[in-house]
């Protein structure tokens, strides 16, 4: 079974959501979906992983298994709260931040180097 196969298997299961439910909202037959999530079909088209993504209201890194964490990262906790209190991410666009996210990562790189 693939990651993403196996992420969107959990995600529908934590929603008691059927395969046919799922495919339905996302525009699919469940035969494709199914074939998904067993891992048969591979190379799942990057739209339908946006369209996960949305209607989970979860980062397309979580689906890829680039992280463990579902939730995007400016939504977790330990961004807003912990490391930076002062970040008001309200209102910005989702290219704002992305941008953002890129200046934190540069930021973490040059950090690193610098040791």
């Known amino acids: 079974m693939s990651v993403v196969g196996k992420r969107i298997k959990w ?3 934590q929603k008691k959501w059927s395969q046919l439910e799922l495919a339905e ?3 699919i037959h469940n035969t494709v979906l199914s074939r998904i999530e067993s891992g048969e079909k591979k190379g799942v088209d990057h739209h339908l992983i946006s369209q996960v993504a949305d209607l989970f209201e979860i980062s397309t890194d979580f689906l890829h298994g680039r992280t463990d964490t579902p939730a995007p990262f400016w939504q ?3 961004v807003r709260e ?3 209190p002062f970040l008001n ?3 910005l666009s989702l290219d704002d ?3 953002v996210r890129t200046h934190i990562e540069y930021l973490k790189w ?3 180097k610098s040791k």
């Open 11 to 13: 995600l529908r299961e």
């Open 82 to 84: 912990e490391h930076a």
């Open 110 to 112: 040059k950090a690193r």
């Open 25 to 27: 909202k996302l525009g």
């Open 76 to 78: 977790q906790a330990s």
């Open 97 to 99: 931040l992305e941008e």
């Open 89 to 91: 991410l309200e209102g």
